[in-house]
């Protein structure tokens, strides 16, 4: 006899026991209370700014400002700019502190962190204490130091320090040439623009011959020379002809003053130097811990190929500590651009100083202002973020 099998089917789950439909349930559910909480508060806010009779809204933007701010990037009065003109005045401060900040704690930083790896035994000790000191003393005390104790005691303008070249150090700041363009000024940065857009372009062509043939290209000095030497041979065409697209004027001292020229606040330099020198000194931790991730083996297998010791930092080490670099080393980009807002302390007109100090105290609107200036803060970090994303993933190994 055959013995009849019945094949019955496993149980159906119960819906409310689905993972992914309870995952859903509970994000959903954490969304809705996140957003009635925010609109308790925000009901709550206006409901005490109108019975304090305090205006509410961004119109007070068009308003006119009436006071003068120290250092812009754009024309700036107090009789015929607005709230909104401080706001960007403010910005342009913080965003032109925090790009030269970066471009030099990178520099310094990678050549710290280098040195301490050095076999030279001076050299790796001096760097050692830079980062040892520098990380461990708080950056609103280098800032009071760089501005009090360095900048502070420099001579008045009628006893400027001039060092050479139409530059004049004070306890104003730092005189310089200015430079005046002329009506053909724009063959300049039209030419920067090619060079950049052409060294692209060669290092491509040359990393593909490199990948085909194995033949190197001088990269370096051919990007030197259409970045720089491009837009300098554009200047001395131009002038050959009789054109002169960029002029310069020279800083002139009088009997209490200096005139002409261009002036540096000692505040910029002081909030530059600090923010400068204190990342650095993580960055260099950064570096350092990067090239000890790579295998001695990829060191010896550089030697063995004939590559001097520069050679294999450059060409090797480097390359492959990236991809360790990277992520901490944006994150130290962030808090160099956040770390700007203490320039409040040293009275550089930043952001913070601007907008959130005198144009609070003036228009009385807090929040308005406090969410602008958050949103700014924001905004900048997550561009900074995408930016350095793209970069990591570019230098990232791909497993094949």
Do not use: H
């Not at 710290?112 to 001096?126: E, F, Q, T, Y």
Request: no cysteine; hydrophobic share 50%; proline share 5%.
């Amino acid at each position: 006899m055959q013995t009849v099998v019945s094949q019955t089917s496993p149980p159906k789950k119960s819906f409310l026991y689905d993972p992914k439909v309870r995952g859903v349930f509970y994000q959903v559910l954490l969304i809705v209370v996140v957003g009635y909480l925010f609109w308790i508060a925000a009901t709550n806010a206006i409901e005490n700014l109108q019975r304090a009779r305090i205006a509410s809204g961004f119109g007070f933007l068009n308003n006119t400002a009436g006071f003068d701010i120290s250092q812009t990037l754009v024309q700036f009065s107090a009789a015929g700019s607005t709230y909104g003109d401080a706001f960007i005045v403010g910005l342009l401060n913080t965003l032109i502190v925090s790009a030269i900040g970066i471009f030099f704690t990178t520099i310094l930083g990678f050549l710290i962190g280098i040195a301490r790896l050095s076999r030279n035994w001076m050299v790796a000790k001096v760097a050692m204490v830079y980062v040892e000191t520098l990380r461990n003393i708080p950056l609103l005390v280098q800032l009071l130091f760089w501005y009090i104790a360095v900048l502070g005691p420099l001579p008045q303008p009628r006893n400027s320090i001039e060092m050479g070249a139409g530059f004049f150090l004070n306890a104003r700041g730092l005189f310089m040439a200015r430079p005046v363009y002329a009506a053909d000024a724009w063959a300049i940065p039209a030419a920067l623009v090619i060079g950049l857009v052409g060294s692209f372009i060669y290092r491509r062509w040359a990393k593909a011959q490199q990948e085909r043939t194995g033949r190197q290209s001088p990269i370096g000095l051919v990007t030197l020379g259409l970045v720089l030497g491009l837009p300098i041979l554009t200047w001395i065409v131009l002038a050959i002809v009789g054109a002169n697209p960029i002029s310069f004027e020279l800083p002139r001292k009088g009997t209490f003053n200096l005139t002409g020229g261009m002036q540096i606040l000692p505040e910029f330099v002081a909030l530059l130097l600090g923010l400068t020198t204190y990342t650095a000194a993580f960055i260099a931790e950064v570096v350092r811990a990067g090239i000890l991730a790579v295998s001695k083996g990829q060191t010896e297998a550089a030697g063995s190929l004939g590559l001097k010791p520069g050679q294999t930092l450059r060409l090797v080490v480097i390359p492959q500590a990236m991809r360790v670099i990277i992520p901490p080393l944006t994150s130290q980009y962030l808090n160099l651009t956040k770390n700007s807002s203490l320039a409040v302390a040293i009275g550089y007109p930043d952001l913070v100083q601007v907008f959130m100090g005198t144009v609070l105290n003036q228009t009385g609107q807090a929040i308005e202002v406090v969410v602008i200036t958050m949103g700014v803060y924001l905004t900048i970090s997550l561009v900074t973020s995408t930016l350095m994303n793209i970069y990591n993933r570019r230098v990232a190994i791909v497993e094949r």
